[in-house]
């Protein structure tokens, strides 16, 4: 729920998937992921980067004037290419644990035990949500689901006078 005083504005959401492999037109994820915020109504765009913590940071930088929400896929597990979380980590005002908490719940009771080792997280960086999620396609239904039905309000909170 969103606070009466605080007017929603129409948010627009960049996706970026990381990936050492994938590139846009062989992007499933960054497609699934792209159709599920267009049912919705959302306005996005898509992009991939490389693993590389230039890359990652770059997609934040370079697009932070003209996207409301960012949402990573991919680079949140524990091989050495896995550095998403720990790149933004790095660089955000603050970690929002709950959202992570509640996909590794919501993963674990559909998937399994491997879930847990997902490093899925929201961050708030210089006012903005970063949500970093899995890469897998499977991971994008729950994180999606999530995402949408927060970031309105995570939005309005943390760009509150």
């Known amino acids: 729920m969103v606070h009466k005083d605080l007017p929603v504005k129409d948010l627009s959401y960049l996706l970026v998937t990381v990936s050492t492999t994938r590139t846009f037109d062989n992007d499933e994820t960054g497609k699934l992921m792209q159709s599920l915020f267009q049912e919705k109504g959302k306005k996005s765009r898509r992009t991939v980067v490389k693993d590389s913590m230039v890359e990652i940071l770059k997609a934040f930088t370079v697009n932070f004037d003209d996207f409301d929400v960012f949402v990573y896929s991919g680079g949140t597990g524990i091989t050495a290419f896995d550095m998403t979380t720990t790149v933004l980590r790095k660089l ?9 908490e ?60």
Do not use: C, M
């Open 92 to 100: 955000s005002d603050r970690e929002v644990k709950g959202f992570g």
């Open 102 to 161: 509640l996909f590794r719940k919501i993963s674990f009771e559909r998937s399994g035990p491997l879930t847990v080792l997902s490093d899925a997280s929201l961050f708030i960086i210089s006012g903005k949500p970063v949500f970093v999620v899995p890469g897998s396609p499977d991971a994008q239904g729950v994180a999606n689901e999530i995402i949408l039905s927060i970031s309105d309000h995570v939005y309005s909170e943390i760009n509150r006078n």
